[in-house]
């Protein structure tokens, strides 16, 4: 089945700064990865997705690349804020699988912007 | 439209115990899902659902039980709690696998201690 794993575990960078958290994942038939993000106390909310038929995705400050062929998908941030200050978690799923829209997680950044 | 709700919000059980938790969805979606999240290890499914009356299992489903006896609801049982069954449950649902509408909406979690 799908492995997806995420680095660093932990990011802290300075207000203004650029944030990036990369994946990896196993299986070349995943082909949706979606970005979430868990503010403290709060179940994860989706930030950003991309679809294996695009390689890059825009909006506002935050953004996503898609490489396939080396399997790896990268989550970036400019121009951080403290309120960028959260958990961060990649995914990856075959939406036209058998079953379901089963995401699997990577193990999630901690993200800390200083003030 | 509340969402996706979870209840309770804390539990604190003793070994042996057995305990319900609610999910509860207005969107109408088909698919509804439970997770835990465990420091470092991201979010594990734990079963899921791909409409009223089905289930199925997830990554890690010793332990647990679930019923999908109404769409919008969807309920995870704990019939012998253990303590390695201590952990954030998180409920989420989507609409069906279509190629445009993946997004999995989350509920607020419930914080579960099995002593």
């Known amino acids: 089945g799908e492995n997806v794993e995420q680095h660093p575990s932990t990011l802290s960078v300075q207000e203004g700064d650029s944030a990036v958290i990369k994946c990896t994942y196993s299986?070349?038939?995943?082909?949706?990865f979606p970005w979430y993000k868990q503010e403290l106390g709060k179940g994860p909310q989706l930030i950003i997705d991309?679809?294996?038929?695009?390689g890059e995705k825009k909006d506002q400050r935050i953004a996503v690349t898609l490489n396939k062929t080396a399997k790896h998908f990268s989550l970036h941030i400019t121009e951080t804020q403290p309120e960028d200050s959260a958990v961060y978690f990649c995914?990856?799923?075959?939406?036209?699988?058998?079953?379901?829209?089963?995401?699997?997680f990577g193990a999630g950044t901690i993200l800390r912007v200083k003030s | 439209n509340a969402g996706v709700t979870q209840t309770p919000k804390f539990r604190v059980l003793k070994t042996g115990q057995s305990m319900t938790l609610l999910c509860a969805q207005d969107?109408?979606?088909?698919?509804m899902y439970w997770y835990r999240q465990d420091p470092g290890m991201g979010l594990r499914l734990i079963h899921y659902?791909?409409?009223?009356?089905?289930?199925a299992k997830g990554e890690v489903p010793d332990g647990y039980n679930v019923s999908r006896l109404k769409k919008q609801n969807f309920l995870l049982g704990l019939e012998s709690a253990a303590p390695s069954q201590t952990s954030v449950y998180f409920c989420?649902?989507?609409?069906?696998?279509?190629?445009?509408?993946?997004?999995?909406?989350f509920g607020p979690g419930t914080r579960l201690t099995v002593l």
């Open positions: 989420a649902s989507s609409p069906p696998g279509h190629w445009n509408n993946n997004e999995q909406f």
């Open positions: 299986d070349s038939a995943s082909n949706y």
């Open positions: 991309i679809r294996s038929n695009v």
């Open positions: 995914a990856a799923s075959n939406p036209r699988g058998e079953y379901g829209n089963k995401l699997v």
């Open positions: 969107m109408n979606h088909e698919y």
């Open positions: 659902s791909v409409g009223e009356g089905t289930t």
